[in-house]
């Protein structure tokens, strides 16, 4: 199976492009993550589509009359180590931080999570 159509739920209106592209209704979404985006995409499905989403994201409601619903474990590999320590071997390289903060101030660096930034986010131990 191939997707016809990758909606992006941070710079699209979801229903409106979903609408546009499927007038009578999407016939499968697979979600990566739970929430009102979830939701949004669920109300474009057509009667008989389907959704999948991996064990960890959770829809407030799972009983969809109509629509046929899998869960699904992803499949596990071994962590990216090996491949991270090659890189790290093979010379020199550079992190670009965009954003750093203090201890106290975890609770606004995962809210910023939420925004755009070239680089990375950091918290200082110090």
């Not at 009359?65 to 491949?83: K, R, S």
Request: glycine share 10%.
């Amino acid at each position: 199976m191939r997707a016809d159509k990758v909606i992006d739920g941070y710079s699209e209106d979801i229903v409106a492009a979903a609408r546009e592209f499927a007038p009578k209704g999407i016939d499968a979404v697979l979600l990566t993550a739970g929430g009102a985006g979830a939701e949004k995409c669920l109300t474009t499905l057509r009667s008989g589509g389907r959704v999948a989403y991996p064990n960890g994201v959770e829809l407030p409601q799972k009983d969809r009359p109509g629509i046929t619903v899998q869960v699904y474990n992803g499949e596990y590999q071994n962590p990216p180590f090996e491949q991270i320590n090659r890189l790290i071997e093979s010379g020199p390289f550079d992190i670009e931080v965009a954003k750093t903060f203090s201890l106290e101030q975890a609770a606004d660096a995962q809210r910023a999570l939420d925004d755009h930034y070239l680089g990375k986010l950091a918290i200082t131990l110090n």
